[in-house]
């Protein structure tokens, strides 16, 4: 199907496409970048951090400074863990930072950017997805400027990565001029407010999905009773206690969680370690019930969508999550997915529900329809493509 009216070629700005690098979003510039090309439109992809991945639905242009970047990755990780205490790296530091990647990551990337412009010269819009704001500020005036074409910026880390929620130890939007973008798009309809008065312009919601051959039911013997896959308890203390540990504690059912736990895990509950992703998938496929536990910020800021709920749902699991506000634009309370009130106890909700193995079936197969729907990368990359048209 060819959609791309309009947007015919786009340059794609990548905090990074090779899978192994550190930076969470991916996959999920593979499966959107896919379905946009499915649509017609010729992506070309640049990455901040890593290899320049080629793939059937994309051609690389190098990265010009693919190690100074890792390195400057890396150091501002370590260097928002100190000193102790410190939740968020002091604006002086910042301020250091910017000065280092000014001095030599933006000539390169101005550089290198004006090359691919000379070759490329029917580029219809430029799309930045999560790279430093701040530090590269002069490069994306000079792509805006030079090349006189539009700019839009994709973030996929709201609200943690604002700096009010001192999460990350480093944000890249302290000081930031989001004007510099022709539009602003992000996962969160509640921080539409924030993001303009730091001057986003045409501001949008591009929610999160899955790709459908990448999530799809997996058939599997369920020996879990009820399975939660993170990293991590911050920022979901209280539901992590209640959703896990304490129904752990009464020995009732096998409670397992994955991810990167360590040695963090109270007795009762089985930590399955950090899964490979093909493994991870099975998994998911062999818990009776799963676990969608959302932190603070998502589920306090209206209309934040989270990646696990729609990769759960994918997969045609029986989900069970705490409260989520806007959760039920996607997916409807007690029919697709079972939404957990302030007051309920979860250890006789999941009792309820491990006792009907058929509304437990239908939880998940409902929940696999309305993404298929609704949800898929292929629905997001449409959406992105009328919202393009109406800037470009």
């Excluded at 928002?80 to 790296?89: H, L, N, S």
């Excluded at 944000?171 to 969160?188: C, E, K, R, T, V």
């Excluded at 089985?270 to 062999?286: A, I, K, Q, V």
Aim: net charge positive; hydrophobic share 40%; aromatic share 12%.
């Amino acid at each position: 199907m060819n959609d791309a009216r309009g947007i015919k070629k786009a340059l794609m700005l990548v905090s990074a496409i090779d899978l192994r690098e550190p930076p969470s979003g991916t996959l999920i510039w593979w499966q959107l970048f896919k379905g946009l090309n499915d649509l017609g439109v010729d992506l070309i992809v640049m990455p901040f951090i890593g290899r320049p991945v080629e793939s059937p639905w994309w051609r690389c242009h190098p990265n010009p400074t693919m190690s100074i970047n890792k390195v400057a990755y890396s150091f501002v990780k370590r260097m928002a863990k100190k000193p102790r205490g410190q939740k968020t790296v002091n604006f002086s530091q910042y301020l250091n930072m910017d000065k280092m990647i000014g001095c030599y990551i933006q000539n390169k990337w101005c550089s290198e950017i004006d090359k691919l412009f000379q070759k490329e010269r029917d580029i219809d819009v430029v799309m930045v997805f999560s790279l430093p704001i701040r530090p590269m500020q002069r490069f994306f005036r000079h792509v805006r400027s030079k090349w006189e074409v539009p700019l839009v910026y994709f973030e996929a880390d709201m609200p943690e990565v604002l700096p009010e929620y001192n999460v990350f130890g480093y944000s890249y939007y302290q000081g930031a001029d989001l004007s510099i973008f022709d539009g602003y798009i992000s996962n969160s309809e509640g921080v539409n407010e924030v993001v303009s008065q730091i001057g986003a312009r045409n501001i949008f919601s591009l929610h999160y999905a899955i790709d459908p051959d990448i999530y799809k039911p997996f058939p599997r013997k369920k020996n879990i009773d009820v399975l939660f896959s993170g990293a991590g308890v911050r920022g979901r203390e209280k539901w992590m206690d209640k959703m896990i540990f304490s129904p752990a504690r009464t020995n009732l059912l096998r409670i397992a969680v994955s991810g990167g736990w360590g040695s963090n895990i109270p007795e009762g509950v089985e930590n399955l370690g950090y899964l490979p992703f093909n493994r991870w998938l099975h998994t998911l496929c062999s818990s009776k019930l799963n676990l969608n536990i959302s932190r603070f910020a998502h589920a306090n800021v209206g209309k934040t969508s989270t990646y696990r709920i729609f990769e759960l749902c994918g997969l045609g699991c029986a989900v069970v999550t705490n409260p989520h506000k806007g959760i039920e634009e996607w997916y409807t309370h007690g029919k697709e997915i079972y939404v957990l009130s302030e007051d309920e106890d979860p250890l006789e909700v999941y009792l309820s529900l491990l006792s009907d193995e058929s509304r437990l079936r239908r939880i998940g197969e409902l929940a696999r329809e309305r993404t298929l729907k609704e949800h898929t990368y292929s629905h997001r990359a449409l959406s992105l493509l009328h919202y393009l048209r109406s800037i470009v």
